[in-house]
């Protein structure tokens, strides 16, 4: 009687277990191997940097796509032009609950950071009179551009309001927040982009 | 790209969603892995969700207690329903602890249950993979071949997509493993052991840009996955020779 093929296998795994000697030729294979191959792979210093390779858009690690609206006070904003000031670059609309919530967080965060970082509130597809009369009575100071044709909110590829993009000095994003900030979020995310 | 997954007016973040979906599965592979053990399955999905709860608790704490300049003005923040107000790490070790704290508790054989839970986290492993996709994260270099993937502009190999097969053909091993009855601690070592070798070999396929290096280039995952295979193949090997 031969024994079913299932135990033969089993057997022949089992058998497979074996002397010590031949598990440490194993590892050490396994250790040449693997250094060999993690040496291949290594990624030389500074090829990063100078490849700069990824190209602009709304994601971590990606330089901000750049753009130009006309704000809420009529003057003309461009990105870019901040490159060297930490940019909070929020999007929002009047009709959004949560904006308004934490719309005073923005607030109170460019009084205290004035100067030193650049808080932005995009806001969406809505009319200057509007906005205007809207920051008014929450008594918003900072920079509101005006998305009217919500081009930009596509091209930062914003699906829900509030999204907040944090950028740091060099226009890189480091930080994607979906959803309202609060002040503690504020001041986790905003220490991936500041001091 | 699908950072968002719209239901009619419902916009449910695809991170945190996939992150429950990843411990549910995790928590149902660890069960049934548990139960061929001659374990009882409850007692994985009670040991996961208490320390999923306790980690959460700890990890909104932390946050509180690091910020509490900013919760002091707004103390129902606190019970926030912020996704972002958590620190990760202290959140870990508290699950971890109070996972631990369970199956001392209940003198669950710890050996067994590592077995267990070990395809579950793969499994888990690998749905984390595909949100990776899903939102963008994690980019593969960029390659040429037909199945590549547009990622930001560039079609690249979908690594995310290797990475999470790797995870289950490993959690398929040691479901196998498990299921043959083979001896107690088998099972997490060779998950172990492949989960760090899948590191090793597929890492290069990530974009440069998405690859944390140490020593002067060389990349993490590569040295930590490979560290982790040789310290479980060590560990396989004492194993085997120990009734030999």
């Known amino acids: 009687m031969r024994p079913p093929l299932d135990s033969l296998l089993i057997r022949n795994v089992e058998s497979l277990t074996m002397s010590r000697t031949r598990w440490n030729i194993l590892i050490v294979v396994l250790l040449i191997a693997g250094l060999a191959w993690v040496w291949v792979n290594r990624l030389p210093a500074g ?38 000031t930490p940019v909070v670059l929020n999007f929002w609309a009047t009709w959004c609950p949560p904006c308004r919530a934490e719309l005073p967080e923005l607030q109170a965060a460019s009084q205290r950071l004035a100067g030193q970082v650049a808080i932005v509130g995009v806001n969406q597809a809505e009319t200057p009179a509007e906005v205007q009369a809207f920051a ?6 900072f920079t509101i551009p005006l998305d009217q044709s919500a081009d930009v909110s596509r091209l930062y590829r914003v ?22 900030v ?14 | 790209m699908l950072p968002v997954i719209q239901l009619g007016p419902l916009s449910l973040p695809t991170g945190p969603l996939a992150l429950l979906l990843a411990v549910w599965a995790a928590l149902a592979v660890g069960a049934w892995a548990a139960r061929r053990e001659g374990l009882n399955g409850d007692d994985i999905y009670n040991a996961g969700l ?29 019970f926030g329903f912020n996704q972002r107000a958590f620190l990760l790490w202290p959140g870990v070790i508290v699950a971890l602890a109070v996972a631990g704290w369970y199956v001392y508790r209940h003198r669950l054989p710890l050996v067994k249950v590592l ?48 990475e999470a097969l790797a995870a289950l053909a490993v959690a398929a091993l040691a479901l196998w493993m498990i299921a043959r009855g083979s001896r107690p601690g088998s099972a997490a070592l060779v998950a ?10 597929l890492e290069p396929f990530r974009a440069p840009e998405a690859s944390v290096t140490v020593l002067g280039g060389l990349r993490l995952a590569q040295v930590v996955g490979l560290a982790v295979a040789l310290i479980a193949l060590w560990g396989l090997g004492r194993l085997a020779s120990r009734t030999d």
Request: overall charge neutral; glycine content about 10%; proline content about 8%.
């Open chain 2, 115 to 162: 077995d267990a839970i070990a395809p579950g986290v793969l499994v888990g492993i690998a749905i984390a993979d595909v949100a990776a996709l899903l939102t963008g994260r994690n980019a593969g270099a960029p390659t040429n071949l037909p199945w590549a993937v547009s990622l930001w502009g560039v079609p690249r190999h979908p690594v995310q997509i290797y």
């Open chain 1, 47 to 84: 090829d990063v940097s100078a490849a700069g390779a990824l190209p602009p858009a709304p994601a971590v690690g990606h330089p901000a796509p750049d753009f130009t609206l006309t704000t809420a006070a009529g003057e003309t904003f461009k990105l870019s032009e901040l490159r060297g």
């Open chain 1, 159 to 180: 699906r829900s309001l509030p999204t907040t993009f944090f950028i740091d000095r060099s226009g890189i994003i480091r930080q994607m927040q979906i959803g309202p």
């Open chain 1, 182 to 195: 609060t002040e503690a979020t504020l001041a986790q995310s905003m220490k991936t982009i500041y001091p």
């Open chain 2, 50 to 78: 208490y320390g999923l709860v306790a980690g959460l608790v700890a990890a909104r704490l932390a946050h509180v207690i690091v910020y509490w300049d900013a919760y002091r003005t707004q103390l129902l923040e606190i």
């Open chain 1, 136 to 141: 008014e009575k929450l008594g918003l100071s």
């Open chain 2, 192 to 201: 172990l052991c492949g989960y760090g070798l899948s590191r090793w070999l």
